[in-house]
């Protein structure tokens, strides 16, 4: 568990940095960079919660709203100890640029409480979440902010947000949350979204560098639910999953592991260590295996500049957010390393929770094989912009990814005009 509390540090920094890149190659009008460079609304809340042994906890919770131009602010809920109010902030700055390259009337927020979910009961977990969702319910709701899960939530915690939510109100809100249990609305599908997601564009991108899915050697870090789901579904499309990992460390097998064998010993012993079907393997050996595909699925800045020149994929597909440094970003590209970025490549989970808040406004569901095969058409024709906006510009998939999502807010923001 020790490789977890290296927190990454630069994350806003990194953020910015793209959104100043991408001002300088569309052009952006000044005051429209301004007003993206810094988020809407941060709001910081203590969390008083009673523990089992009888103890008050003061949890701090952080709820960031970057921009709403382009409709409610839509985010993940963090629970973690490396959890900052700069953080947060980048990751609803890249939940704004994700909604937008996707085309989802949508801006971008996000969440987290600094905490260390792993050492927590379930009743402490709900007391906290219960506490931290009434501190938010003045800014949350289906037109303004729809939290959704992140690292360490999931549709439980869901459940307790819409319902703590709901109490205050006085009625039921299920389009106050996605990623909730089916029983309260959640969307078919919605579980495997991103991984899922990620397939597609993993998908389009082998087609587009003339590498068969067949066989491909995908690398995975991180067998979370994205990581995992990821993993399930890309070996569904004859893709050998030859290595995968998460905080306890990583498993190989250069003839492929088996994942759904995993996936079940995972369900029962929550960590992969102690699986055998493959040999043990370090994070950071991981991630420089040869390879077709590696596809970081856990947390930020794990691709550095100490890693980046020894990474031997022939595509890095981002399933976690910001696990490139911007450096080894350039890095990467420089060594002719297709990239495809997190806010084009893992925004099949906000996709499914754009379907499940739309379900849910309307109380009208739908089946998975259409939640599905929306999902492929928005990833499909997102990624197919994305690439032909890289070639127009001559430029890289993330430069490409930020110029579309930019460009689509700016040109909400100039519609609107600045209030007042
Ligand atoms: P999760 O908590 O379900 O899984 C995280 C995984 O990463 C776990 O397997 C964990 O053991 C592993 N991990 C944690 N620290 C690690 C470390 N230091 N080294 C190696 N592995 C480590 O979280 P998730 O929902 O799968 O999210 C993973 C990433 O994907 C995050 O960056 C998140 O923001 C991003 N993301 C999630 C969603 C979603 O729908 N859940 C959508 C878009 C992006």
Request: charged share 20%.
């Amino acid at each position: 568990m020790a490789a977890d509390l290296t927190c990454p540090t630069n994350v806003l920094e990194s953020a910015l940095q793209q959104l100043d890149d991408a001002a300088a190659l569309v052009d952006l009008h000044p005051d429209v960079h301004a007003k993206l460079r810094k988020p809407r609304r941060t709001l910081t809340v203590s969390i008083p919660t009673r523990m089992d042994d009888g103890r008050l906890e003061v949890f701090t919770g952080i709820r960031v709203q970057h921009n709403m131009d382009r409709g409610p602010c839509k985010g993940g809920m963090r629970y973690h100890p490396c959890v900052t109010v700069d953080e947060v902030t980048a990751l609803a700055m890249w939940m704004t640029w994700k909604c937008a390259v996707v085309n989802i009337p949508y801006g971008g927020g996000k969440g987290g409480v600094i905490c260390e979910p792993m050492q927590m009961s379930e009743r402490e977990l709900e007391n906290m979440t219960r506490r931290f969702a009434s501190e938010l319910v003045e800014i949350i709701g289906p037109e303004q902010d729809i939290p959704a899960p992140d690292v360490n939530t999931d549709e439980r915690v869901m459940g307790w947000l819409m319902d703590t939510y709901s109490m205050q109100k006085g009625y039921s809100v299920p389009a106050v949350v996605t990623g909730k249990p089916i029983a309260i609305g959640g969307s078919l599908g919605r579980a495997k979204a991103t991984g899922r997601g990620i397939v597609f564009v993993t998908r389009e991108a082998l087609r587009t560098r003339g590498i068969p899915v067949e066989g491909a050697r995908v690398v995975v870090q991180g067998f979370g639910k994205v990581g995992g789901a990821f993993a399930e579904l890309v070996e569904e499309l004859g893709a050998k999953v030859i290595a995968v990992s998460d905080v306890t460390g990583g498993l190989f097998n250069a003839n492929g592991l088996p994942i759904g064998e995993l996936s079940a010993y995972t369900k029962q012993n929550r960590f992969i260590e102690g699986f055998e079907g493959g040999e043990p393997i370090t994070n950071e050996e991981l991630l420089t295996l040869e390879c077709e595909v590696l596809v970081p699925a856990a947390l930020e800045n794990v691709l550095t500049v100490a890693n980046a020149p020894h990474v031997s994929a022939k595509l890095v597909v981002e399933g976690a957010n910001g696990p490139t440094t911007p450096e080894a970003g350039r890095i990467l590209i420089d060594r002719g390393i297709f990239l495809v970025p997190d806010i084009l490549a893992n925004a099949g989970g906000v996709t499914v929770s754009y379907f499940e808040w739309c379900q849910g406004l309307q109380m009208l569901f739908w089946t998975e094989e259409e939640v599905n095969r929306r999902l492929e058409d928005v990833m499909v024709r997102a990624y197919h912009e994305v690439h032909g906006r890289s070639c127009d510009l001559q430029t890289d998939m993330r430069n490409a990814a930020m110029a579309v999502a930019v460009e689509r807010v700016a040109e909400a923001i100039m519609a609107r005009g600045i209030y007042p």
